[in-house]
């Protein structure tokens, strides 16, 4: 039941334009300041998985973990998603108390 409320929610975020998704746009977001949350794939590469952690650390932007990113990208209507970026205040305080 958890998963469909974030998913849910995650797609209404999407439909209300509040999120960015893919790896170069999300940390251009959080480099802006912009960025309220991260959601990261579980199953991403080292790499990406490292820089996206590395970004949210130094910029203090709060990031979550989801199961995989076929989840991730259903949510918000598309193919499979790595990283997507929360940009409003509400939305990120919701999903975050969804996801712990």
Known sequence: MRANQWMSLLGLANRARKIISGEELSV???????AKLVLLSADASANTTKKITDKCKSYEVPYKLVEDRHLLGQAIGKEARVVVAVLDDGFAKKLISLLD
């Open 28 to 34: 251009k977001e959080i480099r802006s300041g912009k």
